[in-house]
């Protein structure tokens, strides 16, 4: 089960990226190897910190020249695919091979390149607590993965070859599907070859025609949401969840749009936790029978890449008879949509840092 839902988490960013486009496409591969450090974000993998991660990076690139109206408001991006090998350099903490969806943006004359991914990792050797149990960082083979890269960027120098020099952030963890999941980030520095597989082919950037200004009323928003999820009590189980979410949306323009609704959770995970805490630590004084459910409200922003968008939610539980993790949570994620009204979205719940979720979701906007 674990593999279809990170396999369909997948397969959804990929489902994203894929448009018509009937002219002939440019791409540019990119390589780069790569040395850093594990951040030190929680002292509990303090442990764990005992050489420099290192691996390579590899891109498939579709350049964008504002043949689609979206490209040319976002600065004529790439998008594309990474995979990404990483040899953590401890034992316990294993390898990492991962496989991203990516976009490219562009400043500076085009001259700095900023990378953002999300995919999925497989690491080598999770947690087993008989032959692993000091690896708390990752309790799953598959993991989710988020990467960044700040690039200087020049293409096509010499015979299709160019260079690529910078720093990347790669960021590992399973959001809570299964504990433990303390997760790590590692911050390196990158250099590598950039080439044009199609390099006698030239297009000029389009400048996008005159557009009339999205102007839309408010519009009100349903979504389901599910998936499964696990305390950090090791063992304690995993337990699906349900979320209904009920919001309204204001379009600002034809990039973004502004969120405020209400969140109904269905947590089943913290029926074990609440019950757990109530035999095993009675100085806590926790009810065996407090309620497992929370409400809360939430203000968002909403930014459209195509039919792509990516959500940003501030939330605060207005309902919360159980304590975990404060009451402040966040929410983050892609949002896809087909047709005018129905959506389909992969988020990320969390406290802060502290992940509890990915959620699968549909909806619909009336």
């Not at 349903?222 to 204001?250: H, P, Q, T």
């Not at 304590?323 to 988020?347: H, M, P, Q, S, W």
């Amino acid at each position: 089960m674990k593999h279809l839902l990170f396999i369909g988490f997948f397969l959804f960013i990929i489902f994203g990226f894929s448009q018509e486009d009937k002219k002939r496409n440019k791409y540019v591969l990119d390589v780069s190897q790569f040395n850093g450090s594990i951040l030190l974000h929680n002292p509990d993998i303090s442990h764990l910190i005992t050489e420099h991660p290192a691996g390579f990076i590899l891109g498939f690139n579709r350049k964008r020249f504002g043949h689609q109206d979206w490209e040319a408001d976002y600065g004529y991006p790439d998008s594309g695919f990474t995979f990404v090998y990483q040899d953590m350099r401890n034992p316990t903490l294993g390898e990492h091979f991962g496989l991203y969806a990516h976009y490219n943006f562009y400043f500076f004359k085009r001259k700095l390149q900023f990378r953002i991914g999300q995919g999925i990792a497989y690491n080598t050797n999770p947690y087993d607590k008989n032959t692993n149990f000091r690896n708390n960082a990752y309790g799953s083979h598959l993991l989710s993965s988020t990467m960044a890269m700040i690039n200087f960027h020049k293409e096509n120098l010499v015979a299709g070859f160019g260079i690529k020099a910078g720093l990347s952030l790669i960021h590992y963890s399973n959001a809570n599907f299964k504990a433990p999941n303390t997760s790590t980030n590692t911050a390196a520095f990158n250099f590598g070859l950039t080439y044009d597989l199609d390099k006698d082919l030239n297009y000029e950037f389009k400048k996008p025609g005159k557009r009339a200004k999205s102007l839309e009323p408010i519009h009100y928003n349903i979504a389901l949401r599910g998936g499964i999820n696990e305390s950090d009590v090791v063992n304690s189980g995993r337990y699906g969840f349900w979320i209904i979410s009920a919001y309204a949306d204001k379009r600002l323009g034809r990039k973004s749009a502004l969120q405020l609704g209400t969140d109904l959770f269905f947590s089943n995970f913290l029926k074990e936790l609440i019950r757990f805490q109530a035999i095993s630590f009675p100085e806590m004084n926790i009810a065996a029978n407090t309620d497992f459910k929370r409400v809360g409200v939430f203000l968002g922003h909403e930014l459209f890449i195509n039919k792509l968008s990516l959500i940003t939610q501030l939330g605060y539980y207005v309902y919360y008879p159980f304590d975990f993790e404060g009451r402040v949570y966040n929410r983050i994620g892609l949002k896809r949509y087909f047709g005018d009204k129905v959506f389909g979205a992969v988020t990320l719940k969390s406290h802060a840092a502290a992940a509890e979720a990915v959620e699968f979701g549909i909806g619909i906007r009336l």
